[in-house]
């Protein structure tokens, strides 16, 4: 069956280390996107891509990056770490623009 | 700055009743409009997806839309123990929004066997 993983599923690091979160589809979506869930704010969008080599910076974007070299992939960096980027992470996907998005199961990541 | 309200609750039914949670939203130009439940700890899981006016229904959800109001809304009926969750209202805010999602905050809804 078609699906949406992350991993790692929970990670701890330090302040100051370099974080790569993997998110991976398998239903061929041309979109994908990167969302932090924290208690009082909801689902903030971090980066979104719209298909190989494009990347788009969403309201919460300081700090991340992303990149699409492929249509499966869309990992998520962060480049230095912070105490306030400690949250959970969930990647989407969808097949077309005006459609509805579907969700892995998420990462939670303790920045210490 | 385009939002969407939803009453964050939590609304407590008793099991077998109708449970009504209502979301809001300020960008006129929005096309399609979703219903997510999420369970603690888990991810969001899409429920209800409207694109219309009126109303759209899928077993024991029905998925209300009025564009002039700008106004979704969810009706659970025969409310079970099990749809205890948080609700996620999401609105695609179409061209003009780069067809990105705006979430509300969600609505905690606790069934009461």
């Known amino acids: 069956d078609a699906e949406i993983t992350q991993s790692p599923r929970h990670k701890i690091t330090e302040t100051g280390r370099q974080v790569t979160l993997a998110c991976h589809q398998t239903?061929?979506?041309?979109?994908m996107f990167w969302y932090r869930q924290d208690l009082g704010h909801g689902l903030r969008l971090i980066h979104y891509?719209?298909?190989?080599?494009?990347?788009n910076k969403g309201e919460v974007s300081d700090g991340y990056s992303v990149s699409r070299s492929n249509t499966e992939d869309l990992p998520l960096t962060l480049e230095s770490a912070a105490s306030s980027q400690t949250s959970v992470y969930f990647c989407?996907?969808?097949?077309?623009?005006?459609?509805?998005?579907?969700f892995g199961p998420g990462t939670r990541l303790t920045v210490l | 700055q385009k939002e969407v309200e939803q009453n964050s609750g939590p609304l407590s039914v008793p099991e077998g009743a109708i449970a009504s949670l209502n979301c809001t939203y300020s960008d006129r130009g929005s096309q399609s409009f979703f219903w997510y439940r999420q369970y603690s700890g888990k991810s969001p899981e899409l429920i209800m997806s409207i694109y219309s006016n009126g109303d759209k229904e899928d077993g024991r959800f029905t998925a209300q839309l009025n564009k002039a109001s700008q106004y979704v809304s969810l009706l659970i009926r025969d409310s079970q123990p099990s749809d205890s969750a948080t609700y996620l209202c999401?609105?695609?805010?179409?061209?003009?929004?780069?067809?990105?999602?705006?979430f509300g905050s969600g609505t905690r809804l606790l069934v009461r066997p």
């Open positions: 999401a609105v695609n805010g179409g061209r003009d929004s780069s067809y990105k999602l705006i």
């Open positions: 989407a996907s969808s097949e077309s623009l005006d459609n509805e998005q579907f």
């Open positions: 891509s719209y298909g190989v080599q494009d990347t």
């Open positions: 239903w061929n979506h041309n979109n």
